[in-house]
């Protein structure tokens, strides 16, 4: 008597769709750094070495900037 209906699956995705809305979208792994500050942007990947190519990088000319493990 506990099968997960139809709606209850739904009502799930919604929630996890809104929460990875943005990056997820343009094609991004999107995982968020632990401290808050990036989120990776490589494309989709498995392994656990992220990178946000955007955010925090020394200079403008840079290719990547923060990296983490996760
Ligand atoms: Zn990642």
Not at 43 to 50: A, D, F, K, N, Y
């Amino acid at each position: 008597m506990s099968q997960t209906t139809d709606t209850d699956m739904s009502l799930l995705t919604r929630k996890l769709r809104a929460e990875t809305s943005g990056g997820r979208a343009a094609g991004y792994c999107w995982l968020e750094h632990p401290d808050g500050k990036a989120r990776c942007t490589r494309q989709p990947h498995t392994g656990s070495e992220h990178i946000d190519y955007y955010t925090g990088r020394p200079s403008l000319t840079s290719v990547k900037g923060v990296e983490w493990t996760e």
